[in-house]
């Protein structure tokens, strides 16, 4: 089988575990990076990326959360590298910022929400300088780590940002609207209720190169990533046309449903519902 050299596209960290006692990571309870939105996940070499945090903080009473963030050339994440810029040759400074999940117009009434701070990210001049001809047109990652401080505790997310020379560079899919049992969710669920979204048909059709050096043409396929406040979900991450049914239900508001869409090269849409 043909396969399509690493491509490079964005991951948040997340640490999960199978025991059914332990909270799921689809349900919101604390703080969590729900993802980095760019609003160009491909980029050319000296182009400038600005970037915004989709965060929750279920239950943090709307407190301040300070960090760092760096930037620099991908230290090969996908290969099993740790995600962090010390020690990577180009790498930017660090940068202080914090996030105030008591800004309603941000974070509302469920501290959940996509933060109206911007961070410019220069991507450098010379990110393609010696790439051959596949690592020009599959890119290169241009990796954003965020550190933040959680109560003396570090939580660590990182965006990768794809570099290439392709003329027609990736976009964002559409925000996606949140369907519960197939209509517009604006009540709270009950058990056994499903989620879906409405059909996306944006996918976008790209060529890269297969590791064999033949250029194909591909398209892309969406993934989902649901979360929840004071309710349980059968999955937390589903194919674009699956759902995913409630195990147990909130029982009262105020609840929130979040979705986020992901292509597999960075691109992200999402959807904040908030009940009542």
């Keep these: 089988m043909k396969e399509i050299l690493p491509l490079i596209f964005s991951v948040i960290l997340l640490w999960g575990c199978g025991n059914d006692d332990l909270p799921r990571v689809e349900t919101l309870q604390g703080f969590r990076v729900l993802g980095i939105l760019a609003n160009n996940p491909e980029a050319a070499p000296g182009d400038t990326v600005n970037l915004q945090l989709l965060l929750s903080d279920v239950n943090g009473a709307g407190r301040t959360i300070s960090g760092t963030y760096r930037a620099c050339p991908d230290p090969g994440i996908a290969l099993g590298a740790e995600p962090t810029c010390e020690g990577v040759s180009g790498a930017t400074a660090a940068t202080s910022f914090s996030v105030d999940f008591s800004v309603s117009a941000d974070f509302g009434s469920s501290f959940t929400g996509l933060g109206s ?27 954003v780590v965020f550190r933040f401080n959680v109560a003396g505790t570090e939580v660590r997310a990182f965006k990768t940002i794809i570099v290439s020379n392709r003329g027609t560079k990736n976009s964002n899919p559409n925000n996606p609207q949140i369907l519960l049992n197939g209509a517009t969710l604006t009540g709270l669920p009950v058990i056994n209720d499903t989620l879906t979204i409405n059909n996306l048909t944006d996918e976008e059709t790209y060529q890269a190169f297969y590791s064999n050096g033949t250029l194909a043409t591909l398209t892309e396929s969406y993934e989902l990533a649901w979360y929840v406040s004071k309710a ?32 597999e090269r960075g691109g992200m849409g999402y959807r904040i519902v908030n009940i009542p």
Excluded at 118 to 137: C, D, E, F, R, V
């Design 117 to 143: 701070t911007s961070y410019a990210i220069s991507i450098p001049a010379n990110t393609l300088s010696g790439a051959n001809t596949i690592q020009q047109t599959n890119g290169k990652g241009y990796v």
């Design 232 to 263: 349980k979900l059968s999955a937390g991450k589903v194919a674009e046309n699956d759902s995913v049914k409630f195990e147990t239900a909130p029982g009262e508001g105020p609840f929130v449903a979040v979705v986020v869409v992901r292509d």
